[in-house]
């Protein structure tokens, strides 16, 4: 749709010099989530992975968990009171076998660390509600230098970083280091949830031999949205926070932060890093 970028006209001023430019900046737009043909949530998104940004929405609401499970995902049609498609509403159906949960706009407490209420009973929500329980999983060995490698290639990879300086991204490597996947966006938990989205409608889930790379800080929501999608290890280029580190020591998640250059902080399952030296 093209809608990735938009040119704004800017007044740069550069060791005193002053001149009038176009610059490219990153779209953002919202977008609603409706689940048949209820409204759920909004989010404001870069336009773009729309239908998997959805999908993974409802991945990390326990309410996807196998691509079997999703009937349809359209933009709908007559959004605006003219009858316009905005590209901005999209509706999931889900298969005819699957419980449509009780969810409003309220939404479980556990969803979002904005919520001002999270604490140990969201901790619980996302430790029973999970389909794939981490401590399941094959064994993941990773080396720190493996580890260490992949923020550089994190940032090879954001082409629209490249061109606007303003979006997040995040990218699923396997253990020896192989780029699966890799999606921006305004929001880290929009590019989370793209990547989990596009891997359920591949029907790819769990992701138990992956790991999930974010830029910026891992808060409790990025966690929890890789506890739901099966992922064992997640690292961060900036802190965690500390319901992240408590949810990850929960569920058996392995928390990696300040990822930069050759060091790192192990907050929780230090079982899955090939250490060598003695802790």
């Known amino acids: 749709m093209g809608r990735v970028t938009e040119r704004r006209r800017v007044i740069r001023i550069r060791d005193g010099a002053v001149s009038v430019r176009p610059d490219t900046l990153v779209a953002e737009e919202p977008l609603e989530i409706r689940l048949n043909?209820?409204?759920?949530?909004?989010?404001?998104?870069?336009?773009?992975?729309?239908?998997?940004?959805?999908?993974?929405?409802?991945?990390?609401?326990?309410?996807?968990?196998?691509?079997?499970?999703?009937?349809?995902?359209?933009?709908?049609?007559g959004a605006t009171a003219e009858g316009q498609n905005t590209y901005n509403v999209v509706d999931v159906k889900l298969a005819p076998d699957v419980e449509v949960p009780d969810i409003t706009l309220e939404r479980n407490v556990y969803t979002t660390s904005s919520c001002g209420l999270c604490g140990k009973a969201s901790l619980d929500a996302v430790r029973t509600q999970?389909?794939?329980?981490?401590?399941?999983?094959?064994?993941?060995?990773?080396?720190?230098?493996?580890?260490?490698?992949?923020?550089?290639?994190?940032?090879?990879?954001?082409?629209?970083?490249?061109?606007?300086?303003?979006?997040?991204?995040?990218?699923?490597?396997?253990?020896?280091?192989?780029?699966?996947?890799?999606?921006?966006?305004?929001?880290?938990?929009?590019?989370v949830d793209k990547l989990v989205g596009r891997a359920l409608q591949d029907d790819r889930l769990p992701l138990s031999r992956c790991i999930l790379l974010v830029s910026?800080?891992?808060?409790?929501?990025?966690a929890q949205k890789a506890v739901m999608a099966g992922i064992p290890v997640l690292a961060a280029v900036s802190a965690p926070s500390s319901l992240a580190v408590d949810l990850a020591a929960e569920t058996g998640l392995t928390l990696v932060g300040f990822l930069r250059g050759n060091s790192m902080n192990v907050y929780a399952g230090d079982e899955r890093i090939a250490l060598r030296s003695g802790v």
Not at 216 to 222: I, K, P, Q, T
């Open 37 to 77: 043909g209820k409204p759920l949530a909004i989010t404001m998104r870069t336009p773009g992975d729309d239908f998997a940004l959805a999908a993974g929405f409802l991945v990390s609401e326990g309410v996807l968990g196998a691509a079997a499970e999703l009937r349809s995902i359209v933009y709908c049609a």
């Open 130 to 191: 999970a389909r794939f329980p981490i401590a399941d999983t094959p064994p993941v060995r990773v080396e720190p230098e493996l580890l260490a490698s992949l923020p550089d290639r994190l940032r090879a990879a954001q082409r629209v970083f490249d061109r606007t300086g303003g979006l997040h991204a995040a990218a699923l490597f396997t253990p020896e280091g192989e780029l699966l996947d890799i999606r921006e966006d305004v929001g880290r938990h929009n590019a």
């Open 216 to 222: 910026g800080r891992a808060s409790f929501e990025l």
